[in-house]
């Protein structure tokens, strides 16, 4: 390896949505409390370190649509013993090797390890290449977003009028039995109160979808495989707050490469927004319509109890989107640079709405001075492309999803240029 940090791989062969090893009383291993955990089934994880040669991983927030997506990792396995071949019946897998098993990728750095990913397989492809001595299988998993996208619900239990959106996240994840043990679920704003479930056939995603984006919070599933709802005041409250400093003129950490966009691509200046079973709310700024042409959009699947919940989504998710200015969509981090232990501190730390601050020094200009770049902003995605000698890191960046005006901020209390939203 060229890079100081141990990249371990396991596979778990046991069926149930739980990550790690089963509670199992007296064993003097896997009965710790507070270690084990509490799972339906038996665990039955193999270690696959040593035989991994690439891995992949890639998720959080896509920006041109606009929402959390599911993680995808994809681990290549050497096998010089044919045992990830499904068809062999001497393999100690045989039979074993099925859809929705369990995969987690996970990083050990300083004492500490951090989960990477923990998804559910979807697909094995094995290959044994024409002049290579040994074959190989790529195994394909998602984050638990496939198993909602899975799962049909319709009435959703004990789901009436006037819950707070955290509350529903958690209703519905009880509907499909998520276990309780893999949730991170903050309590939704008083600003925005769920009607009473609409009971009509949909998927659990796109229930838990219907939620978030009615409190215009988040909601996604981390590297350990936990379902995360984070509120709108949340969100906002993290803009601008504790960056984490990169640069390539010596002065914050050093990173690899930046993809800097300017385009009309993320404006959004003519919304309509409705709860289900209530009326159009539309909202429009007139001067980004002026400014940029119009950029609609539409959505008619919120929970809000009220009209007035709707138009207050609509107002926020336009006033957000209805500017455009030069952005910085990644930042990418190479693990191997020498004595960069910032640099993979933060590359293993980093969570969704943290605040980065990314300053690019370019060429210099005719004028004499430098072509400088400077920008806070949000964390919303994360890539990892690691094999035995590289391991790069690219994180997905943004402007807050949500604006708010917030006082003695330099950056989002500015009268008259920041924005009041509810």
């Known amino acids: 390896m060229s890079y100081p940090v141990t990249i371990g791989v396991q596979f778990d062969f046991s069926s149930g949505a739980v990550f790690g090893y089963s509670f199992i009383i007296g064993d003097p291993q896997h009965g710790i409390l507070g270690t084990n955990v509490l799972a339906d089934t038996a665990s ?34 050497l096998d010089p013993n044919g045992n990830w071949n499904p068809q062999n019946t001497a393999s100690p897998y045989y039979g074993k090797l099925v859809p929705n098993r369990k995969m987690r990728v996970f990083a050990k750095y300083g004492g500490s390890t951090y989960f990477l990913f923990s998804g559910y397989t979807s697909s094995y492809a094995y290959s044994y290449p024409k002049n290579q001595d040994i074959g190989y299988v790529d195994i394909t998993c998602s984050d638990a977003f496939r198993l909602y996208q899975l799962a049909n619900v319709s009435t959703i239990a004990s789901s009436g009028s006037g819950q707070d959106t955290g509350t ?50 988040g909601f996604y599933i981390d590297g ?45 200046n003519d919304a309509t927004f409705a709860n289900v079973g209530g009326t159009d709310q539309k909202y429009t700024n007139a001067d980004s319509v002026a400014k940029y042409f119009p950029h609609s959009f539409s959505s008619k699947v919120l ?24 952005r910085i969509d990644s930042l990418v981090l190479d693990l191997t640079t020498p004595d960069y232990d910032a640099g993979i501190t933060a590359a293993l730390t980093l969570d969704y709405f943290d605040t980065v601050r990314i300053k690019n020094v370019g060429q210099t200009t005719t004028t004499g001075g430098d072509s400088i770049v400077d920008k806070t902003l949000q964390v919303m995605g994360n890539a990892y492309e690691i094999t035995p000698n ?13 604006d708010a005006f917030i006082m003695d901020s330099t950056l989002y209390g500015i009268i008259g240029t920041s924005v009041m939203t509810y």
């Open 390 to 402: 590289n391991f790069t890191v690219t994180f997905t960046t943004s402007e807050p999803i949500v």
């Open 44 to 77: 039955d994880i193999v270690d696959v370190s040593n035989q991994v040669s690439n891995i992949s991983i890639q998720g959080g927030y896509n920006l041109l649509q606009d929402q959390f997506q599911a993680t995808i990792g994809k681990i290549r396995i």
């Open 168 to 217: 529903r996240t958690n209703k519905i994840l009880d509907q499909i039995s998520f276990p309780t043990s893999m949730r991170s679920v903050m309590t939704g704003g008083t600003e925005t109160i769920c009607q009473a479930d609409p009971a009509t056939a949909r998927t659990a995603l796109q229930a838990l979808k219907q939620v978030e984006a009615t409190e215009q919070g």
């Open 224 to 268: 350990g495989g936990n379902a995360v709802f984070k509120s709108r005041a949340y969100i906002e409250g993290k803009s601008g707050k504790n960056a984490t400093f990169f640069s390539n003129a010596g002065d914050g950490i050093n990173y690899k490469n930046v993809q800097f966009a300017f385009d009309d691509k993320l404006i959004i």
């Open 303 to 326: 929970v809000g109890a009220t009209d007035a919940d709707a138009l207050n989504v609509a107002a926020t998710y336009v006033q957000t989107r209805a500017e455009t200015t030069l």
